[in-house]
């Protein structure tokens, strides 16, 4: 059986629609902190289980009988090291064969620090783990960018802090693919793969495509760390908030979000999904 984590969220909701593509509904499980948002699956016939990252008792019940699972790892930055190693031990208790872990791009090099420290330390407990492991290094969610792109081809502006640096983001469902292949595949374990888009952008770029597909002039904005601080308490964020959204653009400024070995695309047999694509979704529909 094929566990998936996080079952209910954007991505794991993304990684079981692939695994019914390629297995039947009777062999995945879906491991929800919240059960109720889970009914749908269990309506498909997918195995549906309580798993909470912060309750051990719950993963022992949760993973027994399976082969093959998914660790997508948790959002709440600052405690995912605990949540992980709890998913990570009840694994090899239960006797899971393949762990597969969505981590963060070039995690061991990374100018994103607040961000890998977690993820590299989720890999090092893997390697010294018992279980046979492969590890996703994922580069940024395309549609990280909706929200502020819509804004854009409203105010004719796109701001930020991560100057002309190239972002190699993709989509979840391209992400969801690639777990998906490795999941129901042979000859991934002991592998890290580098995953990111086939097509490197920059916030020109994007203030560009946003103007074409919207219709109306926009540009980008670049700022320093602390102006786009300002700018975004301004506008609302609290500042705690706003500082550690300036800290990911400086980051990025670095090019931590580039890489251009294509290794998504070879894994999941097709391109990674346009920008261009992305951004007339998210304004022409």
Known sequence: MIGVTGATGRLGRLVIAE??????????????????KARDLAVRGI?????????????DSALAGIERLLLISG?????????????????????????????LL????????????????????LRTSALQWVILRNSWYTENYEERARAAATTGELVGAAGHARIASATRADYAAAAAVVLTGEGHAGRIYE????????????ARLIAEVSGR???????SPDMYVAYLVERGTPRPIAEVLASLEAGIAQDALFDDSHQLSQLIGRPTTPLREVVYHWLRT
């Open 19 to 36: 695994l019914l593509e390629r297995v039947p509904a009777g062999r995945i499980a879906a491991l929800a902190r919240n059960l109720e």
């Open 47 to 59: 195995t549906v289980r309580h798993a909470d990252y912060d309750d051990p008792a719950t993963l």
């Open 75 to 103: 959002s709440e930055v600052g405690r995912r090291i605990v949540q992980h190693r709890n998913v990570i031990e009840a694994a090899q208790r239960a006797g899971v064969r393949v762990l597969v872990y969505t981590s």
């Open 106 to 125: 070039h995690a061991d090099r990374s100018p994103l620090r607040a961000l890998a420290e977690e993820h590299l330390a989720t890999e090092e407990m």
């Open 195 to 206: 995953l990111a888009g086939d097509e490197a952008w920059t916030m020109d770029d994007l």
């Open 217 to 223: 002039p926009v540009i980008y904005r670049d700022l």
